[in-house]
């Protein structure tokens, strides 16, 4: 498909479901109350400029507009349909809105997935009548959508929100109309709502790219449960960061969650790292609660992207700007150094006792005027990015005349967001008002204001980061790996040997120590004269899998009697602990150097793929925890992050005069076991535990290696 | 007796390792090769009951599949009991033996071949003077011991069964092994047939472990279980080769949900997370404990993916006990493992050696 073609597209489908030029109500009532009835009041309610056509067999007019006894007997284009009909009919719905050439429907009625086996059989069926007339589907089991710039109200949710530049896309219809209600007490302006409902066509994803090309959205917000399509989401989300903001808030991420999500959505949610790991290579941003949600869309959508991390902070009280300085310091935000210049100006017109380092203390008695006089100069000083600014009510404080100076300093430096911190109740309410509505992202306490700064911050570094898209190739023994999973399969297994499993890491480049699989003794003594001693022998069972605690596991074996006699020990105590366990015999492997232990391993994600694992091995790896994580495929910049992120890092680097040790051989590692499992989608599962790293430019072994297909 | 050739399967060990699907193999194809194979057992259990009449299962899978037209108590004169140490008087005992060898030269009559399959090992029945090891000079036939290894016990096992039959006067054909794992079938090779046959023992076949026929369906289990099946019926002969309990995290459930291909999960009904994360792996079965009724969407997500779902009302420790030590049976109508039974033999037996040897090459 040519890039023309799919932008244009693209653009049909957007309007057809933001800006269409008419709308067809099917199931439109003439009974107040009724879903199908509101959607047509609130059609005409909201100002919609288009044709709306009513849609029931029985009704000749509905809220006064004539009223079609079906879709057929609509002579005009429809461009949009919302269907609110009983569930048994949709499907029959659907087959006329596609005959009539209807390019975008909006299913609200329930009764498909959510219910059970018959529901989903229903949402088969009208996916495919969709599909067949090239019609994209919304829903069903939806609230519908709203856009405030068309303007378009094809939802059942009375309240249309007034204009602003978040667009709002939610996996929970019930959230919509919570969000909307809250919206409208708080002044908090939308492009779009988007109610996802069942997701059987256009999901999360799909709106997302629509919603780039809006341009009336300045921030996308979404609430998800679950992703539908990881590997595409992994494809479009980046465009769409890279265009505007899109901040996430993922539920179900706890066990407990996991659990109620399940049984809410019938489906899997994903494991927690993974989504931590498709958001940070798609620089999504991630909310952790849904106030963070919309604290991060309100501040999005009124204020620009700072140029860096340095923040000052003007208060009149020293105790909320030292918990803001603390906030910074935890978010990694730089307290801004203060130019000579910038120190200068603060001490001339300052108060003596006021403080003109940040965080600057403009003091109790600070008027509104003082206030103005701080920002400004602050705001001026080109070392600053951002500034928060923190009123606690005092005798002479002036809040709203305050409010009013932020307000107008904030045209002033369009390039620097200003986040306003106003404590208090009573005393501040009506200044807070002032704020919002000039929008200035207004909170009762600093470690909100900062929190939310540090995440307008991120999403500038993210822009800024230049994306290596290059992922290395190396060059492999494919063909080796294949005949060795294909033999695998063919025996209907899926754990491989260890013997197998090093075969395939060796056949992509990751050096193994000589080993051999043997039989009976005789087999163990001849295998151990041609690897050389010392040797370690390890038993080989799909039964076993702690092989070092049934005395399975014999190390550096100096000669042929020892070999004998460790042989004989294995399988006694394998007889012994574990006697109805298929004994495939002894490994017999040669003794390497010890090195620092490190684990490189993958899972596959059931939504995003590989996700590949770094961290610190040995004994401590369960108490540690000290892993981290990408998606495959790799860059080698993402690969060297993986390995500079842990705490473990620094040991690898050496300390106390201790050597480094071999980073662009663990690298390398990495990589190539990205290009692994990009390369053989049955591969599961990797786990490379120990892998020996030795001082820089020796190179690393892969002890222990398994490999799970499926 | 009668001159009809014959072969005697009899356990080397104990008694479930695949007689009779080795029976049914050899009789299928010999018959393809176009003799006319008959079968006996001499000596059969109480398993089951048609209008009353006591009946031992395999005699009837036998009578079936190779379309016999001899009545089931002349294919097995004998049905042992429970109890069968109790079942004759001093008297009946002594007619037995007769009432054995009527029966067999009647069945044997006109036939080419006749495969007769014994009860277990071959000392099972000595009380009754019906033992496999007497028997089979009685009727003239070979004994061919069905061994299976994991161990080099298994050797001795095999010899001194070979010594005692010998003395008793008995031919004994040798040996075939089934269920033999790769890449264990190496030392197999390499070590025990070398062994065996220096001691004069023939080995005439290694057949590979076949879950086709061991795995049970989970229709087997459902009924095992007095399960109530609520979901993907059409999938109710998928095979179940392992048992996984599911009681962690889900995404721990995944992990070890992914290694064990062709599983049945059991868990609560009340962990939608654990039946979601088995449903995304290879499984054939989702047993739910305690009567707790799965929500409507994992049905939906089973059904799609054709994973039958099993509610039983037992705890999961019950339900493990249960299942655990359940094998496929070969049933009159079971297409598949009937199939898998003659694929068997004729890929894995020496039958053409056992056919001349049999003097019917």
């Known amino acids: 498909m040519d890039q023309g073609g799919r932008s244009e597209r693209l653009a049909d489908i957007g309007k057809a479901f933001f800006s269409p030029s008419s709308v067809a109500v099917i199931g439109a009532s003439r009974s107040e109350g009724a879903v199908g009835h509101e959607i047509v009041r609130n059609l005409k309610n909201c100002g919609y400029t288009g044709k709306i056509f009513p849609i029931n067999p029985k009704a000749e007019k509905i809220l006064g507009l004539k009223c079609y006894h079906s879709l057929l007997d609509v002579e005009d284009n429809v461009e949009l349909g919302i269907v609110a009909v009983p569930a048994e009919i949709v499907a029959e ?35 495919k009548i969709c599909k067949r007339y090239n019609m994209r589907l919304l829903g069903p089991n939806c609230l519908g959508l709203i856009n405030t710039y068309t303007p378009l109200n094809a939802s059942f949710a009375p309240k249309m929100p007034s204009r602003g530049g978040i667009a709002f896309i939610s996996q929970s219809g019930a959230l919509c109309t919570a969000i909307l209600d809250w919206a409208a007490e708080e002044e908090v302006g939308f492009s779009n709502i988007i109610s996802l409902g069942n997701m059987a066509d256009m999901d999360e994803t799909d709106f997302m790219e629509l919603l780039a090309e809006d341009p009336m959205t300045k921030v996308i917000l979404i609430y998800l449960e679950g992703i539908k399509d990881g590997r595409r989401f992994l494809e ?98 730089k307290m801004a150094w203060l130019s000579p210049g910038t120190i200068d100006s603060l001490r001339q017109g300052l108060p003596e006792e006021a403080s003109w380092t940040n965080p600057v203390d403009i003091l109790g008695d600070a008027l509104a005027d003082r206030y103005k006089f701080a920002l400004e100069t602050v705001l001026s000083d080109r070392f600053v990015d951002s500034a928060v600014v923190i009123l606690t009510p005092q005798a002479m404080t002036q809040p709203i005349e305050t409010a009013k100076q932020i307000v107008t300093i904030k045209s002033k430096f369009p390039e620097k967001p200003i986040l306003a911190v106003f404590m208090g109740g009573e005393r501040v309410r009506e200044a807070i008002k002032i704020l919002k509505k000039a929008g200035i992202p207004v909170y009762p306490h600093p470690e909100k204001a900062v929190s939310t700064l540090s995440g307008i911050i991120e999403y500038g570094e993210i822009l800024n980061r230049r994306i290596d898209e290059s992922f290395p190739t190396f060059d492999v023994d494919r063909e080796s790996v294949r005949r060795i999973i294909e033999r695998v399969k063919r025996e209907r297994r899926v754990n491989l040997l260890s013997v197998e499993a090093r075969q395939i890491v060796q056949a992509y480049g ?3 120590p000589p080993s051999e699989l043997a039989q009976d003794v005789r087999q163990a003594v001849e295998a151990a004269n041609r690897i050389g ?63 620092r232990e490190v684990i490189v391993g993958m899972n596959r994600d059931i939504q995003f793929g590989p996700l590949i694992m770094f961290g610190l091995g040995g004994i401590y790896v369960n108490i540690l925890k000290d892993v981290s994580f990408r998606l495959a495929p790799i860059s080698t910049q993402e690969a060297y992050e993986m390995i500079t992120e842990t705490k473990s890092y620094a040991l690898l680097r050496g300390v106390r005069g201790e050597k480094s040790a071999d980073i662009n051989a663990i690298t390398d590692t990495i990589l190539r076991i990205s290009q692994l499992s990009m390369d053989f989608k049955e591969i599961a599962e990797i786990d490379i535990n120990p892998l020996f790293v030795y001082e820089d430019n020796k190179g690393v072994l892969a002890l222990d290696v398994k490999i799970t297909i499926m | 007796m009668s001159d009809v050739p014959s072969l005697y399967v009899v356990s080397a060990t104990r008694q479930s390792i695949g007689k009779t699907a080795l029976c049914l193999g050899l009789a299928l194809k010999f018959m393809e ?94 009380s009754l003077n019906l033992s496999a090891a007497n028997l089979a000079s009685i009727l003239n036939s070979n004994l061919l011991l069905l061994s299976t290894t994991y161990q080099d016990t298994a050797v001795d096992e095999i010899l001194f069964e070979h010594i005692c039959i010998t003395k008793m006067g008995t031919k004994c054909t040798g040996v075939i092994f089934n269920r033999v794992q790769s890449p264990i079938d190496n030392r197999v090779r390499k070590v025990i047939i070398p062994t065996l046959e220096k001691n004069g023992i023939k080995v005439w076949g290694l057949m590979p472990e076949s879950t086709t026929l061991t795995a049970p369906t989970v229709k087997e289990i459902a009924e095992s279980l007095n399960g109530e099946i609520i979901c993907g019926e059409k999938n109710l002969s998928n095979m179940v080769e392992r048992y996984l309990i599911g009681a962690m995290t889900q995404e721990s459930a995944i992990r070890y949900f992914r290694r064990a291909p062709r599983k049945a999960v059991i868990t609560g009904g009340d962990r939608p997370d654990i039946a979601l994360a088995a449903l995304e792996t290879d499984t054939s079965a989702l047993i739910l404990t305690g009567n707790l009724h799965p929500d409507v969407r994992v049905i939906a997500k089973a059904e799609k993916k054709g994973v039958p779902i099993i509610l039983v009302p037992y705890d999961t420790y019950t339900t493990v006990d249960r299942v655990k030590d359940l094998t496929g049976k070969i049933g009159v109508s079971d297409k598949k493992r009937i199939n898998e039974a003659k694929r068997l033999v004729s890929e894995y037996v020496d039958w053409k050696g056992l056919l001349r040897h049999l003097g019917r090459a």
Not at chain 1, 99 to 120: H, N, P, T, W, Y
Not at chain 1, 557 to 586: D, H, Q, T, W
Not at chain 2, 62 to 70: D, G, H, I, R, V
């Open chain 1, 93 to 127: 719905v659907a087959e006329d809105a596609g005959k009539r050439g209807v390019k975008g429907l909006i299913v609200i009625s329930a009764g498909f997935k959510e219910i059970g086996i018959e529901g989903m059989e229903r949402e088969a069926d009208l996916l």
């Open chain 1, 236 to 333: 479009i989300s980046p465009k769409v960061t890279r265009k505007k903001p899109v901040v996430i808030l993922k539920s179900g991420v706890s066990d407990a969650g996991a659990r109620a999500a399940a049984s809410h959505t019938g489906s899997i949610a994903g494991s927690g790292v993974a989504y931590d790991a498709a958001f940070r290579k798609c620089g999504v941003l991630r909310a952790k609660s849904i106030e963070e949600l919309f604290n991060l869309g309100i501040a999005f959508s009124s204020q620009p992207i700072p140029k860096g991390r340095s923040v000052v902070i003007i208060t009149n009280a020293g105790g909320p700007s030292i918990v803001a300085a603390d906030a910074c310091s935890q978010h990694n935000l």
């Open chain 1, 510 to 512: 990751i050096p193994v």
């Open chain 2, 33 to 126: 090769e176009g003799f006319n194979v008959g079968y006996f057992k001499p000596l059969g259990w109480h398993t089951a009951s048609i209008n009353e009449e006591p009946i031992d299962e395999d005699t009837l899978l036998m009578k079936e599949t190779l379309n016999l037209e001899e009545p089931l108590n002349l294919i097995t004169p004998i049905l042992l009991e429970y109890h069968y140490l109790d079942q004759y008087s001093k008297e009946e005992e002594g007619r037995l033996l007769d009432k054995v060898t009527e029966a067999y030269r009647k069945v044997a009559e006109s036939k080419d071949l006749m495969i007769i399959e014994a009860l277990h090992e071959p000392c099972l029945g000595v």
């Open chain 1, 533 to 595: 001693y010392p040797l370690a022998m390890k038993i080989v069972s799909p039964q076993i899998l702690h092989k070092t605690d049934i005395g399975g596991v014999k190390l550096n074996l100096k000669s042929e009697e020892e070999v004998v006699k460790a042989f004989n020990e294995i399988m006694r105590n394998a007889n012994l602990f574990m006697p109805e366990a298929r004994i495939f015999g002894v490994e017999v492997q040669k003794m390497v150097p010890v090195g």
